[in-house]
C-alpha cells in the first residue's frame, strides 16, 4: 500500500473514533450536567420551604416573649388582674396574631387560663391533648431558675402539624431571674397555610406524616416521572426528629432542555468530524509531496544550529527516504554524546564551587535563630497548655474538641519548625528515621489546608507504592509545605498545583537535572517528588540565585528568601538533593530527590502514664513566663501534684529553704532573672538530700548544653513538651 493510502486511512479512521467518542462523551455530560443542576434547584427548594417554616416559629416565638416579659402578664400570674386574659386574648386579638390555642400555667406547671380559637371563629376551652402537650413541653421552660429557655418546637397530633412556642413569664427588668410560671402559645399549620406557602414558593406544597427512618431525616428529591420530581424537607422538633416532611412537588423542565442540548451537541459534532476530516485528506494528499524539501530543510537548520544543539530529522515511514534520515540521526547522536561528556566533566567541577558558595551562604541563618527560640517555644508551650486545659474540660463528643486537637497539630509542627530552623542554622544532622514519603504529604496537605492555599487546588499522583525513605519527619514536612505555599504565591492563589512521586535512577536524574547538586548523586534508585504549578514561571536570571538565603522576587512584607534555602539545606543533609525546571509563562516544577530505602520493619512499643494513686506529690516550679507558669502548673494539678509556683530562681530558692527540703520534684525554667535554672540545680544540689530537678526550657544553647550535666539534672525537656512526657519524666524522676 503506498504511503498517501496509508495516510488517507489513518485519518479517516482515527477522525471517525474520535467523532463517535466526542458525541457519546458531550451526550453523556451534558445530560449528567443538567440533572446536577436540576438536583441541586430541587434541594435549595426544599430547603427554602423548611427555613419559610422555621421563621414562622421564629415569628411566634418572638409574640410570644412580647406577652411573657409584660408586666401585666407577670402580675396576672401571681393573681392579679384577673380581666387581662380576656383583654389581651380575645377573639380579634388571636385571630390578628394567627394563634389557635394560647395557654397559661403557673409555676408548678398548673394550667391558670387557656383558650382556644375555632373556625367559627368563637374561643372555647383548650383541648386536654393540647394541654397535657403544653405542660410536658413546660417542664424545661420552669425548671430554669434563669427564665432563659424558650421553647420551640413542633409537634403532630390528629394529623394536623402545630408549632408550639413556650417562655417563662417573668418581668423585662428583671433578666435572670426566677419565673413566675409560662406562657404557650400554638398556631396550627393547615390548609390555608399550606396554600400561602405554595403562593410564596410558586410550587404545589402538601404535608407528609410518614414516619422516616434516620438516614433519611436531610429530606431529599424523589423522582415521580419524566416531568415531575417531589422535594422533601424534613421538619424536626426541639430534639431533633423528624415530625413530618413538607413534600414540594416540581416541574422537570430542565431535564427536558438537557436532552435537547445534547441531542443537538452531538449533531453539531458529528458535522464538525466530518468537515474536519475532509479538509485533512484533502491537505494531507498536497503535504506529501514535500517530504523530500523537508528532508533539505531540516539537514540545512542541523548544520547551521551546530552540533549542540538537538534538532533531527522528523521523516518516518519505511520506505527509503525514512531509512536515510534514520541513518543521519544515528550519526548525529553518536557526535552529541561525545561532546556531551566532555560538558559534564566541566559541569562536574562547576558543581563543587557551586556547593561550596552554597554552605558558606547559609552559615548567615545561625546569627538570629537563638535569640528568638527562647521565646518562641515559651509561647508555644503556654498555647499548649490553655489549649489541653480546654481540652480537658471539654465533655466528650463537645464540637470544639477536634478543633482543639488541630490546634495542639499545629503546636507540635510550630515546635518542630523552631528546631529545624536551628537545626538547619547549625547544620546538625536530623533526626532520621524509616518512613514513607507519601504519608508525608498527606499531612502536609492537611497543614496546608488550614486557609494557606486560597482556591488553590491541589492533584496527587502516586505513581510507586515503595516510596519508603530515611530522613525527619518534621523537616520533610516543612519541605513540602513551603513548596506548596510558594506555588500558592506565585499563581496569587489561584490554579492547579501537580504533585507526582515516583522512582528513577540516577542516571535519569544526571540526564534531566535542574540542579548541579542532583548530578552529583551516588548511583542508585531515588524517590522523586514534583511539585508543579502554572505561574508565570521563573526569569532565566533569578535560576541560579534561587536557593541562596534571603533572595526572594517577592513583594516587600510578601516573604523573607529563606524558604527555598531551608529546602536546599534539608535536602543536602538528607543524602538528597532539589532541582528547578521553568519556562517562564508555563509555570516552575521543584523536584525533590531522597534515596530509597525499601520497606521498613516496624518495632512497636506502647507509651503510657497513669494518675499515681496515693498521697499527693509537692513540686516546686519556677518559671518567670506567667502564661506558662499557670497553664503547666494548673495541669499538673489535674493530674494529682501539689504545684507551688515561683517567678524565677531566687524566689523558688527561698520557697526551698522555707520549707526545709521536703519537696518531691524541682521544675525549672533555664533562663529567668535573679537566679537561673542552672544556678537554682547547683544550690539544690548543694543541699542534704537534694530532690530530683528536671529542666523544662525553650532554648539550650550549646554552652549551657556542655553544663547539664554538671548541674544534676535529672532531665531535660524541650519547650513546647508534651503533657505525657512531662507527666512521665516527673513520675519517673520521683521513683
Known amino acids: 500500500m503506498k504511503l498517501q493510502y496509508k495516510a488517507w486511512l489513518l485519518v479517516v479512521s482515527t477522525i471517525g473514533v474520535l467523532t463517535l467518542a466526542s458525541v457519546l462523551v458531550s451526550r453523556h455530560s451534558i445530560t449528567a450536567s443538567f440533572e446536577e443542576l436540576e438536583r441541586d434547584q430541587f434541594k435549595v427548594e426544599g430547603e427554602r420551604a423548611g427555613r419559610l417554616l422555621n421563621q414562622q416559629l421564629q415569628g411566634l416565638s418572638a409574640t410570644l416573649m412580647d406577652y411573657a416579659y409584660w408586666t401585666d402578664t407577670v402580675e396576672f400570674a401571681k393573681g392579679s388582674k384577673p380581666d ?37 371563629p368563637s374561643l372555647q376551652p383548650v383541648s386536654e391533648s393540647i394541654s397535657q402537650m403544653v405542660r410536658s413541653l413546660a417542664v424545661s421552660v420552669l425548671s430554669d431558675r434563669t427564665s432563659q429557655t424558650v421553647m420551640r418546637t413542633y409537634r403532630r397530633m390528629d394529623g394536623n402539624l402545630y408549632l408550639v412556642s413556650i417562655a417563662a413569664v417573668r418581668s423585662q427588668f428583671e433578666p435572670g431571674s426566677a419565673p413566675h410560671g409560662a ?5 396550627r399549620f393547615d390548609a390555608k397555610e399550606l396554600a400561602r406557602f405554595s403562593d410564596i414558593l410558586m410550587h404545589p406544597v402538601r404535608l407528609s406524616f410518614t414516619d422516616a427512618a434516620p438516614a433519611s431525616l436531610a429530606g431529599g428529591v424523589l423522582p415521580v416521572d419524566h416531568t415531575r420530581t417531589e422535594s422533601r ?31 443537538v451537541a452531538a449533531l453539531q459534532v458529528a458535522l464538525a468530524g466530518l468537515v474536519v476530516g475532509t479538509l485533512l485528506v484533502l491537505l494531507l494528499n498536497h503535504l506529501v509531496l514535500r517530504r523530500l524539501q523537508r528532508v533539505h530543510v531540516e539537514l540545512s537548520e542541523v548544520t547551521r544550529a551546530g552540533i549542540d544543539s538537538d534538532g533531527k530529522l522528523s521523516v518516518g515511514g519505511d520506505d527509503e527516504l525514512a531509512d536515510l534520515a534514520r541513518g543521519i540521526n544515528r550519526l548525529l547522536d553518536r557526535n552529541r554524546e561525545d561532546a556531551a561528556q566532555q560538558r559534564q566533566a566541566h559541569e562536574r567541577q562547576e558543581a563543587l564551587h557551586l556547593q561550596l558558595a552554597q554552605s558558606q551562604k547559609t552559615e548567615a541563618l545561625g546569627r538570629f535563630t537563638s535569640g528568638i527560640a527562647h521565646d518562641f517555644n515559651n509561647s508555644l508551650a503556654a498555647i499548649s497548655g490553655w489549649v489541653r486545659l480546654a481540652q480537658e474540660d471539654l465533655a466528650t463528643g463537645h464540637p470544639s474538641a477536634s478543633s482543639l486537637e488541630q490546634a495542639l497539630k499545629s503546636i507540635q509542627h510550630g515546635s518542630g519548625l523552631m528546631k529545624q530552623l536551628l537545626a538547619f542554622s547549625r547544620q546538625s544532622t536530623p533526626r532520621l528515621e524509616r518512613l514513607r514519603l507519601s504519608a508525608i504529604i498527606d499531612e502536609a496537605r492537611t497543614l496546608v489546608g488550614f486557609g494557606l492555599m486560597g482556591r488553590c487546588t491541589l492533584e496527587v499522583d502516586c505513581r510507586i507504592e515503595d516510596d519508603w525513605i530515611e530522613a525527619d519527619s518534621t523537616q520533610m514536612k516543612q519541605v513540602i509545605v513551603n513548596l506548596l505555599i510558594n506555588a500558592c504565591d506565585a499563581m496569587d492563589g489561584k490554579g492547579a498545583i501537580s504533585l507526582v512521586l515516583e522512582s528513577k535512577e540516577s542516571t535519569e536524574l544526571a540526564s534531566g537535572a535542574g540542579c548541579a547538586m542532583l548530578g552529583q548523586l551516588p548511583r542508585g534508585r531515588y524517590i522523586t517528588l514534583s511539585v508543579s504549578d502554572e505561574g508565570p514561571g521563573i526569569a532565566p536570571e533569578h535560576l541560579d540565585r534561587i536557593f541562596d538565603p534571603f533572595f526572594t522576587t517577592k513583594a516587600i512584607g510578601k516573604g523573607t528568601g529563606l524558604g527555598l534555602s531551608v529546602v536546599h539545606g534539608i535536602m543536602a543533609r538528607h543524602s538528597g538533593g532539589v ?43 519556677a518559671e518567670d513566663d506567667a502564661l506558662v507558669r499557670d497553664a503547666w502548673s494548673a495541669l499538673l494539678e489535674r493530674q494529682g501534684w501539689v504545684v507551688t509556683r515561683t517567678r524565677d530562681g531566687e524566689e523558688a530558692w527561698e520557697h526551698f529553704q522555707s520549707e526545709g527540703g521536703k519537696w518531691d520534684a524541682v521544675l525549672t525554667d533555664l533562663s529567668m532573672p535573679k537566679l537561673n535554672g542552672l544556678q537554682l540545680a547547683r544550690r539544690i544540689a548543694s543541699t542534704n538530700s537534694p530532690p530530683p530537678v528536671v529542666l523544662m526550657s525553650g532554648q539550650i544553647s550549646a554552652e549551657d548544653g556542655a553544663e547539664l550535666g554538671e548541674a544534676g539534672f535529672r532531665a531535660v525537656l524541650h519547650k513546647p513538651v508534651d503533657q505525657e512526657d512531662l507527666l512521665r519524666v516527673l513520675s519517673e524522676a520521683v521513683a
Not at 593 to 616: C, D, I, S, Y
Open 84 to 120: 387581662y386574659f380576656s383583654e389581651n386574648f380575645g377573639t380579634d386579638n388571636l385571630k390578628y396574631l394567627g394563634i389557635d390555642h394560647v395557654l397559661v400555667l403557673d409555676v408548678l406547671g398548673r394550667p391558670i387560663a387557656g383558650a382556644e380559637l375555632t373556625e367559627d
Open 233 to 263: 424537607a424534613p421538619v424536626l422538633d426541639h430534639e431533633g426528629r423528624p415530625v413530618a416532611f413538607l413534600v414540594l412537588e416540581l416541574e422537570r423542565h430542565l431535564h427536558q432542555a438537557g436532552r435537547s442540548l445534547a441531542l
Open 579 to 621: 532541582g528547578v525546571s521553568s519556562t517562564p509563562g508555563q509555570g516552575a516544577c521543584f523536584t525533590l530527590v531522597m534515596p530509597a530505602k525499601g520497606e521498613a520493619v516496624w518495632n512497636l512499643r506502647t507509651h503510657g502514664f497513669a494518675v499515681t494513686q496515693g498521697p499527693k506529690k509537692r513540686l516546686l516550679y
Open 183 to 187: 406562657l404557650a402559645m400554638v398556631r
